[in-house]
């Protein structure tokens, strides 16, 4: 079992930037791959980005590129969520997952692939 808690989130103005930690505790995170998901109110629970066990690859959502980088460090368990250029359309929850689905853009994307979810982190964008 993997047990997730988000952290970092907050209150921004739109072009600021937030860093969002996750911290992974029950297992080692190595072998796991780690994505991040965020939910709007009334919206479905979206992918916005995955980073492999090594760090070598990442993957982000076209709403994301360009603006947000994902980060890992294993030996502190924790992987990392650089959101900048923020806009109030980022708002959301936003949650840490982890798990070892496929690697490509269709798993990846697909919610029912990751197994470990967080509690959330709230981000609010204001204009």
């Known amino acids: 079992q993997v047990q997730l808690v988000e952290s970092g989130g907050g209150l921004v103005q739109a072009g600021g930037s937030l860093r969002l930690s996750c911290a992974a505790s029950?297992?080692?995170?190595?072998?796991?791959?780690m994505g991040w998901f965020r939910q709007a109110p009334g919206q479905e629970r979206e992918f916005v980005a995955a980073i492999s066990w090594s760090g070598s690859s990442t993957y982000f959502a076209d709403s994301a590129k360009g603006r947000f980088s994902i980060s890992r460090d294993n030996a502190k368990n924790t992987v990392y969520l650089q959101m900048n250029s923020l806009k109030p359309e980022d708002t959301a929850v936003y949650y840490c997952t982890a798990d070892t689905p496929a690697w490509n853009y269709i798993t990846l994307r697909s919610r029912g692939s990751w197994n470990y979810w967080g509690q959330g982190t709230q981000v609010t964008v204001s204009s």
């Open positions: 029950g297992r080692t995170l190595g072998s796991y791959i």
